[in-house]
Structures are given as C-alpha cells and as structure tokens.
C-alpha cells in the first residue's frame, strides 16, 4: 500500500531524528523530497543530502542532519502546512512570514520549490509546502 504523505513522512523523519540527535536519516526519495532537502541545504538547516540504494536496490535520500554543538539542533521545528486533505494556497502578496523572518515557509511554485523570501522577489504565489524554523 502506497504513503499518502510522503513530504510529512519526510518532515516527521526529520524532526524524529533532530529530537534523538541522529546524524543522518533515510527518507524516500522523489523529486519534491529531494527539491525541498536542496532548499534546506541552500540555507543551512541541513549538512547534506545523498541518493543511496539499499540492499534491496531501492531508492533513498539520505539526510545529513546539522547540529550547531551537544545540545542545540539547527532545527528547532519543522511543520507540514500544505496537506492532502486541505492544501493551502497563498497569493504572492500574501505569503506568511515564519516567525517574523527568522525561519522560512517552503513553497511549491510555477518557478520549482522555493522559500516564500525568494518567491516574494520573484512575485509568484503557489502551494505553502512547510515551514522550517
């Protein structure tokens, strides 16, 4: 039987694996989790990401998780907002702010998966994916 939600399947991972203080994590792979781990590389809440096969021959994406020292995560939540049952969609003059700016908002957009700062400066609206703060 298929996942319904693989991007909360990947935040959940992520967010799981932040709290236990893992160094990395292994999520499926697609095309959206790998632009939305491409974003979280781009600004710094992640170290890395890599597509490996398991022993099965399947496809992973393999998340390098980055922590700051022992006892802080660069990470401190990650949300899904955008879900199956209730997808949210913003105009490019009503993009949210995730915590005032410190954290960002990823969105699915016509330009490819985006935050909401460089989608305010390209002026196009989409699909609010997540918020990572």
């Not at 909360?8 to 999520?27: E, G, H, Q």
């Not at 020292?69 to 899904?80: E, G, H, L, Q, S």
């Not at 915590?99 to 969105?107: D, E, P, T, V």
């Not at 985006?114 to 994916?129: C, F, K, S, W």
Request: glycine share 8%; net charge positive.
């Amino acid at each position: 039987m298929g996942m319904t939600d693989p991007i909360a399947d990947m935040l959940t991972r992520i967010r799981n694996a932040n709290k236990t203080r893992f160094p990395s994590v292994n999520v499926h792979a697609s095309q959206m989790n790998i632009n939305i781990a491409k974003v979280l590389k781009k600004y710094g809440y992640i170290n890395a990401y890599d597509k490996v096969k398991d022993e099965k021959g399947r496809q992973f994406l393999k998340i390098t998780l980055k922590y700051p020292d022992a006892k802080r995560a660069v990470i401190t939540n990650i949300k899904r907002v955008s879900k199956p049952g209730r997808r949210v969609y913003v105009a490019s003059g009503k993009i949210p702010k995730t915590l005032n700016g410190y954290g960002i908002s990823i969105l699915s957009t016509s330009r490819g998966v985006i935050t909401d700062e460089e989608a305010r400066q390209l002026n196009v609206g989409g699909e609010v994916l997540c918020q990572v703060w």
